[in-house]
């Protein structure tokens, strides 16, 4: 049995798809040669002399009224002059065919001028959610993967954004080099922990170069209202449309569920779209129109202009076939028209909301084995129903949260500080750290380096504490907790550095010893040190490196072959880049540090 949310969404995207039709005949309906329409002058005239000729027959002024009425046939109300009537219309019908109306520019056979598109995608920890099975990002890979099949050929780069945001793949019409980057995607390979999509503004106007009908594709599952103001503010005063694949499912309970409102308020404040995935293609198709639509609406493209005239051929040559009867023009052509009429208007919203289906090409994933999802049940939507008609987000988590339910207290708060305290009591520190690191305070900073320490991340949550303490302005009452916190966290680091080195060379070393966990932290050992030396740059030249062997194995050693661990250093460099990008224009600031 089919699932009527199926036919919900078909239907929501045939509306939408119905709009844009209708947007572009009233914004670029024109005619190719206009100049036929000229003609229209002397039918009138024609038209009107014939018109009134037979309205007073010589003949009939010779006959008395009642036996004028007895003797002809039709002379009353909608039926008098129908023959002409007809005629004019089928006149005015070819001259407008004549004229080649047209509101779309005919498809390239090069597919030169598909849209371009940037897939800003979301690699946060959030992300790993088994909601949409096997995970959000596996599923929104998968549906990355289908639409770039579907487009075939056009256009297309690749950003992922965590606390940062990076270009992974620029636009290219190659999809055989987009694909292994795309699958190398995980949260492991972001330099920056957290959840920010506004990051990613600055790479799109570098990647789209205002290029008209280009079209952002985000997918995420939910956003701050940082984010949502950020975007709001550039698309409008950029030329891109905003598509917005939600990536979760909002029927099945979740400890991180899909933003669902967040998104909607995005969509709204940047003039966008949201398609939720489903379990076919129609959402992969959904968006497909949505790109080639806004191409056609905004693109700049160098094929001429589709004559849709043709269509109307059709109700003349029916209308034309009235005339080979005696006396059915007169007495049926008024079911002939409204049937017409009908079948024109069927014809032509058939035209408009045609699109060719294409079948997505299935991916092959190898999923981890998840847990059973659990369903929410009608009676758990009415009854979320019911709280929201008389409590806001943040009053039901904090309803939830005085009694005990941490996790589900944590899933409704919108305040990101509230819902990050919340994981934290649920013992979700990873999505107390998610949370923690959008609050724009050092409290919440604070917060995330305890989240990261429970995870036990006690370098990372080490630096952050030593970042808070050199910021000047620090509330006294917060730099104590923060100064102890860092010397606990610094004697943790001390002590698993000296551990790995009295255990180096042993065969049970650092990596067989579950003193601390499943997943024992070696600090600062080797693993780091080895990481810090492959984030130097070196500048060879070809010459160099053919006239040296040892250069040459250097260099390849240093080629990383697997993806992943190619953007993780790619990150890196750009992090670090764009850190001393920052620095140096601090430097040069001369109001920087004096007085003005």
Same mark, same amino acid.
């Given at each position: 049995m089919v699932d009527g949310s199926f036919f919900d969404a078909a239907l929501f995207d045939i509306a939408l798809f119905d709009n844009q039709s209708l947007q572009a005949f009233f914004t670029q309906f024109h005619f190719i040669r206009p100049y036929w329409l000229l003609a229209l002058l002397p039918l009138?005239?024609?038209?009107? /002399?014939?018109?009134?000729?037979?309205?007073?027959? *010589? /003949?009939?002024?010779?006959?008395?009224?009642?036996?004028?009425?007895?003797?002809?046939?039709?002379?009353?109300?909608?039926?008098?002059?129908? =023959?002409?009537?007809?005629?004019?219309?089928?006149?005015?019908?070819?001259?407008?065919?004549?004229?080649? @109306?047209?509101?779309?520019?005919?498809?390239?056979?090069? #597919? +030169? %001028?598909?849209?371009?598109?940037?897939?800003?995608?979301?690699?946060?920890?959030?992300?790993?959610?088994?909601?949409?099975? =096997?995970?959000?990002?596996?599923?929104?890979?998968?549906?990355?993967?289908?639409?770039?099949?579907?487009?075939? #050929?056009?256009?297309? #780069?690749?950003?992922?954004?965590? !606390?940062?945001?990076?270009?992974?793949?620029?636009?290219?019409?190659?999809? *055989?080099?987009?694909? @292994?980057?795309?699958?190398?995607?995980? =949260?492991?390979?972001? =330099?920056?922990?957290?959840?920010?999509?506004?990051?990613?503004? &600055?790479?799109?106007?570098?990647?789209?170069?205002?290029? &008209? #009908? $280009?079209?952002?594709?985000?997918?995420?599952?939910? !956003?701050?209202?940082?984010?949502?103001?950020?975007?709001?503010?550039?698309?409008?005063?950029?030329?891109?449309?905003?598509?917005?694949?939600?990536?979760?499912?909002?029927?099945?309970?979740?400890p991180d569920p899909v933003d669902m409102k967040a998104l909607e308020a995005l969509a709204s404040a940047s003039n966008g779209r949201i398609v939720t995935v489903t379990v076919d293609s129609s959402d992969v198709e959904a968006l497909n129109r949505y790109i080639e639509r806004n191409m056609q609406l905004n693109g700049e493209s160098a094929m001429p202009w589709k004559d849709m005239g043709y269509g109307l051929l059709l109700p003349i040559a029916l209308i034309l076939l009235l005339w080979f009867r005696r006396g059915w023009l007169v007495q049926w052509s008024w079911v002939a028209m409204v049937s017409l009429s009908l079948l024109l208007s069927a014809v032509f919203s058939a035209s408009l909301l045609y699109a060719p289906a294409v079948n997505a090409q299935p991916v092959e994933m190898k999923a981890k084995q998840t847990d059973p999802v659990e369903t929410l049940t009608a009676l758990d939507k009415a009854t979320q129903w019911w709280w929201d008609l008389w409590l806001t987000p943040d009053q039901q988590g904090q309803r939830l949260f005085n009694h005990n339910e941490y996790l589900a207290a944590g899933q409704h708060f919108e305040d990101p500080l509230r819902k990050g305290i919340a994981y934290y009591y649920a013992g979700e520190f990873k999505l107390a750290h998610t949370a923690f690191i959008q609050v724009d305070s050092d409290r919440g900073q604070y917060y995330a380096a305890s989240a990261l320490a429970r995870q036990r991340e006690y370098v990372a949550a080490r630096d952050?504490?030593?970042?808070?303490?050199?910021? @000047?302005?620090?509330? @006294?009452?917060?730099?104590? %907790?923060?100064?102890?916190?860092?010397?606990?966290?610094?004697?943790?680091? %001390? %002590?698993?550095?000296?551990?790995?080195?009295?255990?180096? !060379?042993?065969?049970?070393?650092?990596?067989?010893?579950?003193?601390? !966990?499943?997943?024992?932290?070696?600090?600062?050992?080797?693993?780091?040190?080895? $990481?810090?030396?492959?984030?130097?740059?070196?500048?060879?030249?070809?010459? +160099?490196?053919?006239?040296?062997?040892?250069?040459?194995?250097? /260099?390849?050693?240093?080629?990383?072959?697997?993806?992943?661990?190619?953007?993780?250093?790619?990150?890196?460099?750009?992090?670090?880049?764009?850190?001393?990008?920052?620095d140096s224009n601090t430097a040069g600031d001369p109001n920087d540090g004096g007085d003005p």
């Open positions: 009138c005239a024609v038209v009107y /002399w014939r018109w009134r000729e037979d309205s007073q027959p *010589r /003949w009939q002024s010779i006959l008395p009224d009642h036996l004028r009425r007895a003797l002809t046939v039709g002379d009353q109300g909608w039926r008098k002059q129908l =023959p002409l009537k007809v005629l004019a219309l089928i006149m005015t019908l070819a001259i407008v065919v004549c004229a080649g @109306p047209t509101w779309q520019r005919q498809a390239s056979p090069f #597919g +030169e %001028d598909k849209a371009s598109m940037l897939v800003v995608l979301d690699n946060s920890e959030s992300m790993l959610q088994t909601d949409l099975p =096997p995970s959000r990002l596996e599923r929104s890979k998968q549906k990355i993967r289908d639409l770039l099949a579907l487009r075939d #050929g056009g256009k297309a #780069g690749l950003v992922v954004y965590a !606390g940062t945001a990076h270009i992974a793949m620029p636009v290219t019409q190659d999809s *055989r080099v987009f694909a @292994p980057f795309l699958a190398a995607i995980v =949260p492991d390979i972001m =330099p920056v922990e957290g959840k920010a999509a506004e990051q990613a503004l &600055p790479l799109i106007a570098d990647q789209l170069q205002a290029a &008209p #009908g $280009s079209t952002v594709l985000l997918v995420t599952d939910g !956003g701050s209202q940082r984010t949502i103001d950020a975007y709001g503010e550039y698309f409008a005063n950029n030329p891109y449309q905003l598509l917005i694949l939600a990536a979760g499912n909002p029927d099945v309970a979740s952050l504490l030593k970042t808070l303490l050199d910021k @000047p302005g620090l509330d @006294p009452a917060l730099k104590s %907790d923060v100064a102890h916190n860092y010397r606990v966290l610094s004697g943790i680091v %001390d %002590d698993i550095n000296q551990f790995s080195e009295s255990q180096a !060379g042993s065969s049970d070393g650092p990596e067989q010893s579950f003193e601390l !966990g499943d997943e024992p932290q070696t600090a600062e050992g080797a693993d780091e040190k080895t $990481s810090a030396e492959l984030m130097v740059k070196a500048h060879l030249s070809a010459s +160099e490196l053919l006239g040296s062997d040892d250069l040459a194995d250097k /260099w390849l050693k240093r080629v990383e072959a697997d993806p992943k661990y190619f953007l993780k250093a790619k990150f890196q460099l750009q992090l670090l880049d764009r850190d001393q990008q920052a």
